[in-house]
């Protein structure tokens, strides 16, 4: 093995080009892939994930489960046969996770004694209510974790402790970027904005899948009082739905009750979203919850005004671009993105580096990690 790069087999990627998957696929290119490497999982086998055309180009494996929801009895037994065949090729496994309402490819690492087995947090809240039985699920989760994992991540300070309890020491993985690609570009700005035919306006941001979670119904709502305050703005809304496009479609009927359908760009997933972030002059994110958003970190890079529900947790807050406000009145925030936004756009990339969020710094530590840990 010693000749051979360590191969660590991460849970998580899926179809929806997300912060955790965005995050992933940041850490995979970026990775000295002669002295770690990754594949993947794919737990929900019935969808490729995404960049799965790039990954496999890259010479990664990528192993496909069936989705439990859809069929738990094939689920379980294809993870069972599944690191049976592989367990002596991976040095590492990494769960990385929004909820402990599944740590099942952990316990059965533990089984196949994969040396390393590592729970990555990435929330801080649900997407839903959990009701009694789920509950009893994560309590029973969390003493197969103690059983199962040795090691614990998270994406901030906030994501551990409602994950793993105040208890358990983890470590601070950052949701790191690379700046370089995110810093404010004035050409680039002027030929994006053009493209989308925003000439003069006054352009809000938001990127993020349609759920409870991301909360567009407000930002909506601020929106719709922010145009009676500058009727130029515009909002474009980046991201999709994964599955269920209920919210999606309850949002889409509000808009178009607001009577301002012609202001509001959905523009779907996107793999631009540096460059869109070059045409915004202000980015939201009034989430119920987050982990540690990985866009909050590339809309800070590019320069923009920065305006963060208060739920959020103020580690986000790396740059004074950033700002928390309350969820009780939209008006609020239209005042505070009209004080904040007649300042010129900022270049962030020392701060951003400098707050340990380069991806280069980030992927040095997390190599060592693999390298190092017996």
Known sequence: MNNLPVRVLQIGMTRNHGGLETYLLQQFRALNKFKVTYDFVNITGEYDIVAQEELIAAGCKI???N???????KH???WLKLLCKVHEQYDAIVLN??????????FTAKWFKIPKRIIHSHNTGYDHNIGTVRNILIKINKVLLRYSA????ACSEAAGKWMFGDKQSFTVIHNAIEPDKFAFNESKRKIIRHRLKLKDSFVI????RFSYQKNHEFLIKVFVELVKQKPNSRLLLIGDYVGDDTYWQKCKKQVEESGLTNKILFLGARNDVPDLMQAMDCFLLPSHFEGLPLVGIEAQASGLQCFFSDTITREIGITELAHFIGMDEAKVWVEQIQYYCQAERKHTN???KSAGYD???EIENVQQFYLNCE
């Open 205 to 208: 941001g938001h990127v993020g």
């Open 97 to 106: 996770a929004n909820s402990l309402e599944y740590v099942f490819p952990l």
């Open 150 to 153: 040795t090691h614990y991540f």
């Open 350 to 352: 020392e701060e951003i």
């Open 359 to 361: 991806i280069v710094t």
């Open 76 to 78: 379980y037994y294809q």
């Open 67 to 73: 989705s439990r929801h859809k069929n738990p009895i």
């Open 63 to 65: 192993f496909k489960v």
